[in-house]
């Protein structure tokens, strides 16, 4: 029974990561049930055994993606403490060479992309966890002291961004700038997310007279 049980785990993870590779490929609608099942070598029905829709497929890849941006997250900040060294932890350096991390960057910008026609079916939107993760630590840093009127959403979106741009265009700048081009300008696109921090840090806002009550 118990070899069974490794057995059958197996061929659900097998699944969840042939399902993920698509969705981040071609999005939701771009992939079939058949799809996912060829990547195993499993028949539709086999497939159905384990996840009965698409889109209880589609829920668990997601889950298993939340999963693994929260523990990244918190791999990053380990033992720390202060909620400005977490800050800066969280977004230290743009995983370009982290296949997992890259494909859970496309996947992201597909969901982003094609949720909008199944949002009102959306019992919850699974990246919610960990952006409140992240907004508490800017309030929790606004709490100590630092970061005065930046409103943590926006902020959070704003290095999330940035760094979700950088990772989804990463094949195409290779392309254009080179081996040597192409590291220089991850070097500064890193500088220059720590640049926005220690800047909000100092003046409260990203940029000194844009404030939505002036």
Not at 169 to 181: A, E, M
Not at 190 to 201: G, H, M, S
């Amino acid at each position: 029974m118990p070899q069974a049980n490794t057995m059958t785990q197996t061929t659900r993870d097998r699944l969840l990561s042939e399902a993920e590779a698509l969705f981040a490929e071609r999005g939701f609608y771009g992939v079939s049930i058949n799809d996912v099942a060829q990547q195993v070598s499993l028949s539709k029905q086999g497939l159905l055994h384990y996840f009965p829709t698409k889109e209880k497929l589609y829920a668990q890849v997601l889950r298993r993606t939340a999963d693994m941006l929260m523990s990244d997250l918190e791999s990053r900040i380990g033992d720390l403490e202060d909620p400005v060294e977490q800050l800066m932890a969280a977004f230290d350096e743009v995983p370009v060479d982290n296949p997992a991390m890259v494909r859970v960057a496309r996947l992201l910008t597909r969901e982003l992309l094609d949720n909008p026609s199944r949002a009102d079916q959306s019992q919850a939107w699974f990246l919610r966890p960990y952006l409140e993760r992240l907004e508490g630590i800017v309030r929790d840093a606004q709490a100590a002291g630092f970061l005065g009127q930046v409103d943590p959403v926006a902020f959070v979106y704003h290095l999330i961004g940035a760094d979700q741009y950088f990772v989804i265009s990463q094949p195409t700048l290779r392309k254009l700038r080179g081996k040597r081009g192409f590291e220089s300008h991850l070097a500064h696109h890193d500088k220059e997310t720590r640049r926005a921090i220690l800047a909000a840090l100092v003046t409260g806002r990203h940029e000194e007279g844009i404030d939505g009550d002036r």
